[in-house]
């Protein structure tokens, strides 16, 4: 090795090779909500930058790269409603993390209908749960709280209902639709069977239509609920009778991605 080339290796540090940080959009309407959710987001180590707006449609805006754009939104009603502009770009493919108050206040059929959203409860949120969920987000996961396992469950037992015949799956999306149960993203199922990324989206989206889901969280609480999968079929939850008890529900494996 050459004077001038020892040096040069010397002088250079080794590169690291890091995921993008991500560019985090805010659609928060309350401005103490938004300054607070601001000052927890500036803490976090992944995140590259924070715009905040108080209108959904200028957050949408405000989109332009899906690969490191998550758009974080503190819902309203109408922003929910199918037609709005959060679901259109949702299924453009942007990050979605919903933040509600918590598990009351969560209309899961409107929730659901969102095209891989993320949801977190804002009470008793911190900087270290926040990070967590926005980390999973980054490497393609969509989580939810696992309390929300029940009623995902029972979405998609209404939805079999609909469809009596059980659906027609060709053995490539049996196995797709087992890696969408273990949360892997279309990245990262193409890349287990081998095939491009937007030849999984494609497989992806044969699967929904076959299971008549609206989204891969339906989808998957459908796989487990049926048995359509590798998975083991979910329990049916018991009917009691008397008064609630406290029951502990056991995380699902599709709460840490789609």
């Known amino acids: 090795m050459s004077q001038n080339r020892a040096a040069l290796a010397v002088a250079s540090p080794p590169v690291r090779i890091t995921s993008p940080q991500l560019d985090i959009i805010l659609a928060v309407r309350?401005?103490?909500?938004?300054?607070?959710?601001?000052?927890?987001?500036?803490?976090?180590?992944?995140?590259?930058?924070?715009?905040?707006?108080?209108?959904?449609?200028?957050?949408v805006d405000a989109v332009h790269?899906?690969?490191?754009?998550?758009?974080?939104?503190?819902?309203?009603?109408?922003?929910?409603?199918?037609?709005?502009?959060?679901?259109?770009?949702?299924?453009?493919?942007?990050?979605?993390?919903l933040l509600v108050p918590d598990q009351?206040?969560?209309?899961?059929?409107?929730?659901?209908?969102?095209?891989?959203?993320?949801?977190?409860?804002?009470?008793?949120?911190?900087?270290?749960?926040?990070?967590?969920?926005?980390?999973?987000?980054?490497?393609?996961?969509?989580?939810?709280?696992a309390v929300l396992t029940r009623g995902l469950l029972e979405l998609a037992g209404r939805g079999a209902r609909e469809v009596p015949a059980a659906p027609r799956l060709t053995p490539r999306e049996r196995e797709a639709l087992t890696l969408v149960v273990d949360g892997l993203s279309n990245k990262q199922i193409g890349r287990r069977l081998r095939i491009s990324e937007h030849g999984a989206k494609r497989l992806v989206a044969n699967i929904l239509a076959k299971l008549n889901c609206p989204n891969r969280t339906l989808a998957a609480a459908r796989a487990l609920r049926e048995g359509l999968c590798g998975h083991a079929p979910a329990p049916a939850p018991r009917a009691t009778v008397g008064p609630p008890v406290a029951t502990h529900v056991p995380a699902s494996p599709y709460d840490t991605g789609w």
């Open 104 to 145: 009351r206040s969560v209309d899961l059929d409107r929730v659901a209908g969102v095209p891989g959203a993320s949801l977190l409860f804002s009470d008793g949120l911190d900087v270290e749960a926040l990070g967590d969920m926005l980390d999973a987000m980054r490497a393609g996961e969509v989580r939810i709280p």
């Open 30 to 59: 309350n401005d103490l909500q938004r300054y607070g959710l601001e000052g927890m987001l500036a803490s976090v180590a992944t995140v590259g930058s924070c715009r905040a707006f108080s209108e959904l449609s200028a957050a």
């Open 65 to 97: 790269d899906p690969r490191t754009d998550l758009l974080l939104i503190v819902p309203e009603p109408a922003d929910l409603d199918s037609d709005s502009v959060l679901h259109r770009v949702a299924e453009y493919g942007v990050r979605v993390l």
